[in-house]
């Protein structure tokens, strides 16, 4: 069995959030912020060895405050991330243990995550190096310009559309952020494939959607009592008594 480590980057702006008292990693979401459901799914896995939530330093203060107790319990270690999301990834990778074999990044927005979907990419990635859960494009796809009318439809055929957990062997992960030279890249996959690395792509789920917007959290409440509970119950939740908003 290869040793993981997971790395879940909360560092965003989350612009599209539109919510002046939380960022969307950090919402409430059936009782616990978005975040501590994703890492929940990790954190009792044997193999997952160690996990990193990556968080923007101006929220280093609040987010001790409201959840350092989660992370203690959970040992989880908080790394601050830069200005874009590949910096991030690059600052929580340099603090990856040596004798990790995998690399697991997950937002931490996307809190809707079943543990077969997991262990299915995690078993991708041991078998090619690099894997991410997708979905096959299911909409018609218009390009449109910047007056909001239609220049084309896009065929669909063979689109797929990325989604998180992406797994990587940790030396390849280490050779793209080396060699990203400032390319802006929107996912970990992207790097990858920029050096030439072939990427697994296993199916997904449509229930495993990332928050984007306030609407996005009904959708994903709904979406999480059709989940299987995480093995590790409630002990990631250490004030499940009291009201950890206020």
């Not at 896995?45 to 350092?68: A, L, M, N, Y």
């Not at 270690?77 to 990834?89: K, L, Q």
């Not at 299911?138 to 220049?151: C, F, Q």
């Not at 709904?222 to 499940?240: I, N, R, S």
Request: proline share 6%; net charge neutral.
């Amino acid at each position: 069995m290869g040793k993981f480590a997971v790395i879940l980057p909360a560092a965003g702006a989350s612009s599209r959030f539109h919510d002046k008292n939380y960022k969307k990693p950090f919402a409430p979401l059936a009782n616990k912020p978005v975040w501590l459901h994703s890492a929940e799914r990790f954190c009792s896995r044997p193999d997952v060895k160690q996990t990193i939530i990556v968080i923007s330093p101006e929220d280093r203060e609040h987010f001790q405050f409201k959840f350092g107790a989660n992370t203690t319990i959970l040992g989880i270690d908080v790394v601050e991330g830069g200005s874009e999301r590949a910096e991030s990834v690059a600052k929580a990778l340099a603090r990856v243990h040596s004798d990790i074999d995998f690399v697991c990044i997950h937002d931490a927005a996307r809190p809707c995550l079943a543990d077969e979907w997991i262990t299915k990419v995690f078993e991708a990635a041991e078998k090619s190096g690099a894997a991410i859960l997708a979905i096959p494009v299911a909409g018609t796809l218009k390009r449109v310009s910047a007056d909001h009318t239609i220049e084309e439809t896009v065929p669909r055929d063979r689109l797929w559309e990325a989604q998180t957990p992406q797994v990587f062997a940790r030396q390849l992960l280490l050779e793209a952020h080396a060699k990203r030279d400032g390319f802006s890249a929107t996912d970990d996959a992207q790097l990858v494939e920029r050096i030439g690395h072939a990427v697994t792509v296993v199916r997904g789920s449509p229930i495993n959607m990332k928050i984007a917007t306030r609407e996005d959290l009904r959708l994903a409440e709904q979406a999480l009592k059709a989940l299987p509970k995480p093995k590790l119950g409630g002990a990631g939740h250490p004030f499940a008594g009291d009201d950890m908003w206020r």
